[in-house]
């Protein structure tokens, strides 16, 4: 069975400083794909990021990175030089391979909520 | 790219009375999901539907809820009759599906219906 872990409930930092969400993943499938949601307080669930589980090469995209380990099941998510706008709950989630059978389906975590102070 | 439209955008009702919400996917997406948010929670997958079959319903509480996407386009879930527990923003995604958009198959959500029930 699928399960997403985000231990981090909240996350308050002060404008321009780096924050890092921790995501941690259970899954027994071998082809599995991750992503990162942001959730702004209009409601609506916005993709970020994306990685398969082939791919563990970590990269940067404009302020966002992440750090996808294999070994410690861990896809954590960095936003740096963090802005007022960055202030959202950030989702993890999980989706098993196409030849599983839940292809498609998404097990989430329960979200961080990131706080950014001017 | 018109992105998934749902509505209402809220809604207040009366424990036991029933209420319906509405969702257009992006065009060409064959699969729609509809997702339970309860506060401080991630999203949670109540049906999955591939054109105008379902896919998975096995988190949709049945004696109360139902889903229907009749033309593969246009989806409706109904509650009926609503209990104070089913507060929650409801949320509708939509993905191309098996065979377009490759193996990632991400999903896009629209903004959600807020539900309260009294």
């Known amino acids: 069975a699928q399960k997403v872990t985000q231990a981090q409930t909240e996350i308050s930092v002060v404008e321009k400083e780096d924050v890092t969400l921790d995501c941690v993943y259970e899954t027994r499938d071998t082809t599995y794909y991750l992503f990162w949601y942001k959730q702004p307080p209009s409601g609506e669930l916005v993709f970020l990021i994306r990685r398969n589980s082939f791919d563990e090469q970590n990269e940067i995209s404009g302020r966002y990175s992440w750090n996808f380990q294999k070994s410690t099941s861990s896809f954590n998510f960095t936003i740096t030089a963090s802005q007022v706008v960055d202030s959202a709950v950030y989702f993890c989630?999980?989706?098993?391979?196409?030849?599983?059978?839940?292809?498609?389906?998404?097990?989430f975590g329960a979200g961080t909520q990131v706080v950014v102070t001017p | 790219e018109a992105g998934v439209a749902q509505s209402p955008r809220y809604k207040i009702i009366e424990k036991r009375q029933s209420v319906a919400f509405w969702c257009n996917p992006i065009s060409g997406h064959a699969t729609l999901y509809w997702y339970q948010q309860i506060l401080g929670q991630g999203p949670k997958l109540l049906i999955q539907?591939?054109?105008?079959?379902?896919?998975?319903d096995s988190q949709l509480p049945k004696d109360r809820f139902s889903a229907e996407r009749l033309k593969g386009v246009d989806s409706t879930l109904k509650i009926q009759p609503a209990k104070l527990e089913d507060s929650a923003v409801y949320l509708c995604?939509?993905?191309?599906?098996?065979?377009?958009?490759?193996?990632?198959?991400?999903?896009?959500f629209g903004p959600g219906t807020r539900l309260t029930v009294l």
């Open positions: 539907f591939q054109n105008n079959g379902v896919v998975d």
């Open positions: 995604a939509s993905s191309m599906g098996p065979g377009g958009g490759g193996s990632y198959n991400e999903q896009f």
């Open positions: 989630a999980l989706s098993e391979g196409p030849l599983s059978g839940s292809w498609g389906k998404f097990q």
